[in-house]
């Protein structure tokens, strides 16, 4: 069985309304963007590899070291 025979099996014998309008969404997201990876996938993580220098990366990790890493008051 292919995995398109697979999904539409399962398609047809789901009578939970929210998934369906969800596998829908989800179609209809990949179709208006195609050349858009898949969520979470590698390709979409290497999009940003250097796309910010190394030095406003060490001043963001400066930042949120600063106002991040202390801790005020009593615990």
Request: charge should be negative; charged fraction near 35%; glycine fraction near 4%.
């Amino acid at each position: 069985m292919t995995v398109r025979e697979e999904i539409f099996k399962k398609v047809a014998i789901t009578d939970d309304p929210q998934l369906l309008r969800d596998i829908l969404d989800l179609i209809a997201t990949r179709q208006a963007n195609p050349d858009r990876p898949p969520r979470g996938s590698q390709a979409d993580f290497e999009r940003f590899v250097g796309s910010i220098s190394k030095e406003d990366a060490d001043e963001m990790t400066a930042v949120i070291n600063r106002e991040f890493n202390n801790i005020e008051g009593e615990w």
